[in-house]
C-alpha cells in the first residue's frame, strides 16, 4: 500500500514562494515518477510536474516553467516542489502522485497515476 502525504501549503504574497513536499510510504520509492497537479474549486485538474524515478529529468507544464522546480531526494523518500514568482492563478489544491509504472508515459495525465496524496491548500494573495 503506497501512502503519500503532502505538506507545505498555506498563504503566500504574490511573487513570493513556497516549497512543497510529497513524502511517501513505500520502499521502492525511486522505481516511479511523482507528479504534482493542483485542482482549483470547479476546476479540472491540471498537470503541473513531474519528476523521473532517479530525478534524471523532469517536465513542467509551460503555465509554471521557469518558475517551479520539482526535485527528489529518494533517501527520504520525499518529492519537492519549489515554487516562486508565484500569482493569484496558482490558487489550488496542490496533489502528489506515484506513476502506475516505473517507465509511465503521458506524464501529463492524471490516470498515469495510481496513488494520490491528500492534497495541500496553496493560496496566493494579490
Known amino acids: 500500500q503506497v501512502q503519500l502525504v503532502e505538506s507545505g501549503g498555506g498563504l503566500v504574497q504574490a511573487g513570493g514562494s513556497l516549497r512543497l513536499s510529497c513524502a511517501a510510504s513505500?520502499?521502492?520509492?525511486?522505481?516511479?515518477?511523482i507528479g504534482w497537479f493542483r485542482q482549483a474549486p470547479g476546476e479540472e485538474r491540471e498537470f503541473v510536474a513531474a519528476?523521473?524515478?532517479?530525478?534524471?529529468?523532469?517536465y513542467y507544464a509551460d503555465t509554471v516553467k521557469g518558475r517551479f522546480t520539482i526535485s527528489r531526494d529518494n533517501a527520504k523518500n520525499t518529492v519537492y516542489l519549489q515554487m516562486s514568482s508565484m500569482n493569484p492563478e496558482d490558487t489550488a489544491v496542490y496533489y502528489c502522485?506515484?506513476?502506475?509504472?516505473?517507465?509511465?508515459?503521458?506524464?501529463?495525465?492524471?490516470?498515469?497515476?495510481?496513488?494520490w496524496g491528500q492534497g495541500t491548500q496553496v493560496t496566493v494573495s494579490s
Open positions: 502522485a506515484r506513476s502506475r509504472l516505473s517507465l509511465q508515459t503521458f506524464l501529463m495525465r492524471p490516470g498515469s497515476y495510481s496513488y
Open positions: 513505500e520502499r521502492t520509492f525511486s522505481d516511479y515518477v
Open positions: 519528476i523521473s524515478g532517479s530525478g534524471g529529468s523532469t
